[in-house]
DNA sequence: ATAGCCTTGATT
DNA sequence: AATCAAGGCTAT
């Protein structure tokens, strides 16, 4: 599919595979230096039947995708080849690479298609939601505006015959790539992926991501922000109840705060929130403990010592302390979570990897009775795919390192069940105070089964 | 202006 | 000689 309008695809055209009218609307644009203005917000939907609606948005997509200004040739010099035919040629191998890698996971190895739909709005009902506490979305991702001037396209000296390359197009400047920061590896030559971004060489800004990645780092909520709250809604708790001091009730009281805003991550984020109040429900009824042991797990990579475990609020827990007077139950979750953080330390998951294992997490296609069943397959699959490119484009040295982040999952999987037989048998004990989030959370499971 | 089909020509 | 991404042409 064309990544600009969804139609199907011809070849290569200037960087990427796209279809034969983004092709000639790009070349069109380019070559006769068009400029064009939107009449609603420069955000409109491209699509094969609207994409003749905006030719401004059309052409920032052209631009966003990694469609490229230099491939348009000054001189309109036909046939011939340019440059990046050797990076065309890397980019199909690397998608046979994939396509094996996706099949020997038992994925079908085409394409299927975008499943961001219009949104729908519906309400929520958890309980214990404080309204007032709307964490906003932040932009993890860098903006950068792209320079095309004075880059000579072939790569030897230009010849007079060479066709010479254009453009500064004066829409190009509006063109604002966005950047993944703290990236490692090399994806210099995969087309779609702007030159700027791509070059390896000294690449402090790191390759493009997939536009999935993207998408999903749009949807984490800002973690200083999320902290403040929590903090902030725990001196209230404690102020209020009374029992004061780091006991057993405020790790329970800052569990609940932590998976409200889990719910309140799910909520925003892209394809979960298309789906049904429902099946939202469904699927965080099943995950919820999955993504809290994940939250804690990758928080350790970030700031971690060993010994210790910091928790959403910044606090240090000394591990020893904390285990000593623990029951056996306790004891090895506690070990086993030490394990799974160095495992993940071991295969270095990054961020990136940690914000699609979240989604992973969130689009379990085990989870009974959701009613539309299929997109929550078909959003998986497209995680697996996104997950996978990443992986593959940014440890290009570590092949499996794939099949080694999915191993982990279940080492976390495991995990998670171990944490929710213990918060549940804290709860029937009555440790747990009630009236919130994570008693719904936890009877909820048990209702289900 | 759009988009499907055609022609071109360096590279393989 | 075949390939295939550039540009060109032309009905709609």
Not at 284 to 307: A, I, K, P
Not at 365 to 370: A, E, G, P, S
Not at 415 to 425: K, P, R, W
């Amino acid at each position: 599919m064309c990544p600009v309008c969804g139609d199907t695809v011809s070849g290569y055209h200037y960087g990427l595979l796209t279809c034969e009218s983004c092709k000639g609307f790009f070349k069109r644009t380019v070559q006769n230096n068009k400029s064009y203005t939107c009449s609603e917000s420069q955000d409109c939907r491209i699509d094969k039947t609207q994409r003749k609606r905006c030719p401004f948005c059309r052409f920032q997509k052209c631009l966003r995708v990694g469609m490229r200004l230099e491939a348009v040739r000054a001189d309109r010099m036909r046939g011939g080849r340019n440059r990046f035919g050797p990076m065309y040629k890397r980019h199909r191998a690397l998608k046979q690479q994939k396509n094996a890698l996706l099949q020997s996971h038992g994925l079908k190895a085409e394409y299927t298609p975008d499943l961001i739909s219009p949104p729908t709005r519906t309400p929520f009902n958890f309980t214990n939601i404080n309204i007032n506490t709307t964490p906003s979305d932040t932009i993890t991702s860098d903006l950068h505006t792209q320079t095309h001037s004075g880059y000579s396209f072939y790569q030897n000296e230009p010849r007079h015959e060479s066709p010479q390359y254009y453009h500064v197009s004066p829409l190009g400047a509006l063109y604002s790539p966005v950047h993944a920061m703290a990236v490692i590896g090399d994806c210099s030559g995969i087309p779609g992926i702007p030159q700027a971004q791509c070059s390896g060489s000294f690449s402090a800004q790191g390759p493009a991501l997939p536009h999935l990645l993207v998408e999903f780092l749009r949807c984490e909520l800002d973690e200083l922000q999320v902290r403040s709250k929590i903090i902030g809604r725990l001196e209230q708790m404690q102020g209020e109840g009374g029992s004061g001091g780091y006991g057993a009730t405020h790790m329970y009281l800052m569990v609940d705060q932590m998976l409200f805003y889990i719910v309140e991550w799910a909520r925003g984020s892209v394809f979960f929130k298309e789906l049904k109040v429902s099946d939202q429900m469904k699927l965080l009824h099943h995950c919820w403990c999955e993504l809290l042991v994940l939250d804690m797990v990758s928080r350790q990579l970030q700031h971690g010592r060993q010994g210790s475990l910091v928790l959403v609020t910044g606090q240090e827990v000394d591990l020893p302390a904390l285990v000593s007077p623990a029951g056996p139950l306790l004891r090895t979750l506690v070990q086993k979570g030490q394990d799974l953080v160095e495992s993940f330390r071991k295969l270095q998951v990054d961020r990136n990897e940690v914000v699609c294992f979240k989604f992973l997490i969130l689009f379990n296609t085990d989870v009974k009775h959701v009613e539309n069943q299929s997109f929550v397959e078909n959003v998986k699959e497209q995680v697996h795919r996104a997950l996978l490119e990443y992986t593959l484009c940014a440890y290009p040295q570590f092949l499996d390192k794939f099949d080694k982040l999915l191993l982990c999952w279940s080492d976390l999987c495991a995990l998670s069940t171990l944490a929710e037989e213990y918060l549940c048998s804290k709860d029937i004990c009555g440790e747990v105070p009630c009236n919130n989030l994570l008693n719904e959370l936890l009877h909820a499971k048990h209702h289900s089964m």
